[in-house]
């Protein structure tokens, strides 16, 4: 049993970008974990998505061994988090295992508005936070200036912030006698029952559902019989480990432990994040606080192209959600996609990345209708009802009010980009709350605005609008009655429910315009004439024509030419199977990826 | 009905759009390839001892450079060793002639031999569009090409016409229908322009520095050539063939029925016993292979039954008779408005095909796209 005094449980946390996982990488090369030959930049980011994007989008945890200057060899468990927005609630439930946390704060930045949303996430969990200022070998770095940001800002005292430069290899030592000296080492009881929070899990094809813990009290060792406080199942404890950062077995989990476990659980949907897991007998009596439960933003129908694929899909995604149980799922059906699911993500990336990660890991090729959010309808009857979904949208002579969900935004951003956001949020119907000068230079704007808005493209255009200087933090408020109505395509003059979206009534002019206008451009000529039309209710907004094909036919066709002719038209066949047929029209993966963009 | 097909690998010069396999002449190659394609003709007459054949085609390449001579040789070769359902004189056997290598000498002595219908690559009746296409004769060398060929006894003359050349318009087209027809040929192949991939051709649309015409202007210019050509007489009975009653050539008909034949030659593609095969593309290759009695097959293929039943409506549609639904219950024992179902309903519903007694055929509306139609059948 490792003694509890000799462990530091930490994270990293950071605005995206400012080197969070070149810092965990330095760490893990000073300390030995990895040598500088196996060293694969950013090691923590295992998915292959992770590396491409240069994000981490989940968590990771490695076991590292440090001796200190005072001679003591310690233990230190660094869990990754992530950094983008979408994902806070991967940042709470790493942070849930800590007793401390390394804030990095870019030196030629400063701070940002992810800043700001992490360290208040790592106050609510009380951890101590060490401040660190990134990338001071840079000519523009500026870490005085940045550590006053931090003192005014933020409000944390940064006269021991450590300079470092995590891509230089600069102040790699400091943070780790940082680390040791002041995160408090865990508390703990191995005499008390036993209670460890399961933070990450995931699914593993030959050993089934594989849970990341956090020993809080008591010890836990392999063979024993466990319970899961949540459901109740039972289970016997097959194997225990941490990760060096390869996974190497260990006999027991003791308090201030963190590791993973594996016992032989098969049905995904048993092992919940932020459950408590206690012995069979002698259980404790009391769970652990767990997560705050997540509140899906943005909601989207995932469907297989291949409508032969829906049993993978949903094997797929039960799967995934093991691994990233942010996003909900439950089945859906649309007359033009057949059998789905309608999704809840955190935000529009979670909603890439859910995507990108089922087609990638699980071979499937899927089509997303329009992401929505979630509105309030109070019908005439009095009733209320929410919508996910706005093909489920009521009759108009039905619907009392619609509410839609409005969220607080702020955004940090240099003062010479201010006048040109403004104008952006304006257009977003946005109503501005707030505008105050951090710093001479540094602008935070506080808005009111419809999350309808920014699902859409707010994102893209703000990194255009800004060059990319702004960032932005968001919170759910309340819904609010708007002046909604349901756009619907029409193809051929039958709806395709997939392709509805709701909009603010002074948009659905321009919308329905537009979005009759990019489907005509992805919808190849057929053999049919093609009417695209953009409708609210029984009122035809736009309307676009795709004329049939006129000629496509293959010339010649002799004796030696049978075998590639032949071919040519299979070719032309399987390109057709791999559209969705509407009626008589074929429409392609495209079309539906259309409606995602404003 | 089965044919045998012989393929003349040599060109003056490599045509931009072309991508039949073809080798820049080099006369001493003739001798050698006749042997070697005579040697192959001894080889395979052995499999089709039960058949008879009805249709000889010569093709290329440019056939119409090879000594007539090394012709005869080949056709000897041929004449003894097949089998065929009448006198020799009774068959149909083509050649394929281009107007700038045409000699009153040759074509009466290949006529002497037996050739009873020549294939002329005309391609098309204007300046401008023979130096697209960089063909190697003028205007005038067709026009009089076509006359010898006639004063020298034959009496089926088909010309090769292309349209949707770059910078071709509808009344260029107009003006080349009307020469065309003044020459009096008794079939006539009117064939869409075609950017093959990996030819020259390919290359410059690719690169910009050649825009092909536009969906549109080709539609009105295959209405336009279809309307012409019936108005003198000329059937149209393939997607791009038009002939004078009685003048169809039969070994084509015998391809889209998907019928059977011997290849020979380099890159000659056969189908025999549901085995459809294809000779190596390389000269060298194929000329040591044959000289040395091997076969000089380099692929084959053999579809099961369904596919092949796919294949022969593909295939049979492309003719304006189409396909007969009791002779393709008779042939693969099933009943294609069964096989099919609703797609081919669908299809007759919306005015692509049309349904008339035992027979299905495509529409003028279904023939102009007909890879979007045959596709859903394929």
């Given at each position: 049993m490792i003694n509890p005094e000799k462990i530091r449980n930490f994270s990293i946390i950071a605005h995206i970008d400012h080197g969070k996982s070149t810092l965990a990488d330095r760490i893990l090369e000073y300390t030995g974990a990895v040598s500088s030959r196996e060293m694969k930049k950013q090691y923590l980011d295992q998915m292959d998505l992770e590396r491409e994007r240069g994000i981490t989008i989940k968590a990771q945890t490695v076991r590292i061994r440090y001796t200190a200057e005072d001679g003591e060899t310690y233990t230190l468990n660094l869990i990754d988090t992530p950094g983008h927005v979408d994902f806070s609630y991967e940042v709470s439930r790493s942070l849930a295992a800590c007793e401390g946390a390394l804030l990095i704060v870019d030196a030629t930045q400063g701070v940002e508005a992810q800043t700001l949303a992490n360290v208040y996430l790592a106050l609510e969990n009380d951890l101590e936070i060490i401040p660190v200022l990134n990338k001071i070998d840079l000519a523009s770095a500026d870490p005085e200036r940045v550590a006053d940001e931090i003192e005014d800002i933020i409000g944390l005292d940064a006269s021991e912030a450590i300079e470092v430069s995590a891509k230089k290899g600069i102040g790699t030592k400091e943070v780790l006698e940082a680390i040791v000296n002041k995160v408090p080492p865990p508390e703990g009881n191995p005499d008390n029952p036993l209670r460890a929070l399961i933070f990450d899990s995931w699914f593993d094809p030959y050993q089934g559902a594989v849970v990341m813990i956090r020993v809080v009290d008591g010890v836990v060792r392999t063979g024993d019989r466990i319970k899961m406080m949540a459901t109740g199942r039972t289970y016997e404890v097959t194997r225990l480990g941490v990760f060096q950062p390869e996974p190497v077995d260990v006999k027991e989990l003791a308090p201030g432990e963190v590791g993973f476990m594996v016992a032989a659980i098969k049905t995904v949907r048993d092992t919940q994040i932020g459950d408590t897991i206690t012995h069979e007998k002698n259980p404790a009596q009391e769970a652990l606080p767990g997560f705050k439960p997540v509140k899906a933003m943005v909601f989207c129908g995932l469907y297989p192209v291949d409508s032969a694929q829906y049993d993978q899909l949903k094997e797929a995604v039960e799967k995934l959600w093991l691994n990233d149980p942010a996003f909900s799922y439950e089945p859906e059906s649309s007359i033009a996609l057949g059998f789905g699911f309608r999704c809840g993500f955190l935000g529009l990336l979670h909603l890439e990345i859910v995507q990108e990660r089922l087609e990638r890991e699980y071979q499937l090729k899927l089509i997303s209708t329009a992401p929505a959010v979630s509105y309030r309808v109070t019908l005439t009857s009095g009733e209320v009802i929410h919508i996910h979904n706005p093909a489920q949208m009521p009759d108009p002579g039905k619907i009392q009010e619609i509410a839609e969900p409005f969220v607080e935004m702020e955004i940090y951003l240099p003062k010479e980009y201010v006048g040109s956001v403004m104008g952006l949020c304006d257009e977003k119907r946005g109503e501005q709350k707030e505008m105050k000068y951090l710093t001479q230079d540094r602008v935070l704007l506080k808005y009111e605005i419809p999350f309808n808005e920014i699902v859409l493209d707010f994102y893209d255009r703000l990194k255009s609008v800004s060059r990319g200087y702004a960032s932005i933090d968001y919170d759910f408020i309340e819904h609010r009655p708007a002046n909604l109505v349901k756009l619907d395509i029409l193809i051929n003059k039958q709806p395709v429910d997939a392709l509805s979206v709701i909009v603010h009534r002074d948009k659905a002019y321009y919308r329905g315009r537009d979005l009759a206008g990019r489907l005509r451009k992805v919808i190849p000529r057929q053999m049919f004439e093609v009417v695209i039309q953009a409708a609210i209710g029984a009122k035809v907004i736009a309307r676009e024509r795709i004329p049939p094909l006129r000629k496509d036919v293959t010339a010649k066709c002799y004796g030696g030419d049978i075998t590639r002719k032949r071919k040519l038209l299979e070719k032309q066949k399987e390109g057709k199977k791999r559209m969705k047929q509407v009626g008589n029209v074929e429409i392609p993966q495209e079309a539906f990826l259309t409606v995602l963009k404003a | 009905?089965?044919?045998?097909?012989?393929?003349?690998?040599?060109?003056?010069?490599?045509?931009?759009?072309?991508?039949?396999?073809?080798?820049?002449?080099?006369?001493?190659?003739?001798?050698?390839?006749?042997?070697?394609?005579?040697?192959?003709?001894?080889?395979?007459?052995?499999?089709?001892?039960?058949?008879?054949?009805?249709?000889?085609?010569?093709?290329?390449?440019?056939?119409?450079?090879?000594?007539?001579?090394?012709?005869?040789?080949?056709?000897?070769?041929?004449?003894?060793?097949?089998?065929?359902?009448?006198?020799?004189?009774?068959?149909?056997?083509?050649?394929?002639?281009?107007?700038?290598?045409?000699?009153?000498?040759?074509?009466?002595?290949?006529?002497?031999?037996?050739?009873?219908?020549?294939?002329?690559?005309?391609?098309?009746?204007?300046?401008?569009?023979?130096?697209?296409?960089?063909?190697?004769?003028?205007?005038?060398?067709?026009?009089?090409?076509?006359?010898?060929?006639?004063?020298?006894?034959?009496?089926?003359?088909?010309?090769?016409?292309?349209?949707?050349?770059?910078?071709?318009?509808?009344?260029?087209?107009?003006?080349?229908?009307?020469?065309?027809?003044?020459?009096?040929?008794?079939?006539?192949?009117?064939?869409?322009?075609?950017?093959?991939?990996?030819?020259?051709?390919?290359?410059?649309?690719?690169?910009?520095?050649?825009?092909?015409?536009?969906?549109?202007?080709?539609?009105?210019?295959?209405?336009?050539?279809?309307?012409?050509?019936?108005?003198?007489?000329?059937?149209?009975?393939?997607?791009?063939?038009?002939?004078?009653?009685?003048?169809?050539?039969?070994h084509n008909l015998n391809y889209w029925a998907n019928g059977q034949y011997v290849g020979l030659g380099c890159s000659a593609v056969s189908y025999i016993h549901g085995i459809r095969s294809r000779n190596t593309p390389s000269l060298a290759d194929y000329v040591r292979m044959a000289s040395e009695g091997q076969s000089a097959a380099t692929f084959s293929e053999s579809l099961d039954e369904l596919a092949m039943l796919r294949e022969t409506v593909v295939l049979g549609l492309r003719t304006n008779r189409g396909v007969s639904v009791s002779g393709l219950v008779e042939r693969f024992g099933m009943d294609i408005k069964e096989f099919y179902g609703d797609r081919l309903k669908r299809l007759v519903q919306a005015g692509f095909m049309i349904e008339h007694g035992d027979r299905i055929s495509l529409s003028r509306k279904g023939r102009r796209i007909a890879n979007s139609v045959l596709s859903e059948l394929v």
């Open positions: - | 009905m089965a044919g045998i097909y012989i393929h003349i690998p040599f060109c003056v010069k490599k045509c931009p759009y072309c991508d039949f396999t073809s080798y820049v002449t080099r006369a001493e190659d003739f001798g050698v390839y006749t042997e070697a394609v005579s040697a192959e003709a001894l080889l395979r007459c052995g499999d089709v001892k039960e058949l008879e054949f009805d249709t000889i085609y010569i093709g290329g390449g440019t056939p119409s450079l090879f000594p007539a001579g090394l012709v005869a040789r080949i056709l000897e070769t041929i004449k003894y060793n097949f089998n065929f359902s009448k006198s020799w004189s009774k068959l149909e056997i083509s050649i394929e002639a281009n107007p700038d290598s045409l000699t009153p000498d040759w074509l009466e002595t290949v006529r002497r031999l037996g050739v009873n219908r020549l294939s002329i690559g005309g391609q098309d009746f204007s300046k401008k569009g023979l130096e697209f296409l960089e063909r190697p004769h003028s205007v005038q060398d067709t026009i009089e090409t076509i006359s010898i060929a006639r004063d020298a006894g034959f009496e089926s003359i088909s010309l090769d016409l292309m349209f949707g050349i770059p910078g071709q318009s509808v009344s260029d087209l107009e003006k080349t229908l009307e020469t065309a027809c003044s020459c009096l040929c008794q079939h006539i192949s009117c064939y869409e322009l075609t950017v093959e991939p990996g030819t020259m051709l390919a290359l410059r649309v690719e690169s910009g520095d050649v825009i092909m015409p536009s969906e549109d202007l080709l539609s009105e210019m295959t209405d336009l050539a279809e309307a012409y050509l019936e108005s003198q007489g000329l059937k149209q009975y393939e997607i791009s063939n038009f002939a004078l009653e009685g003048h169809e050539c039969r």
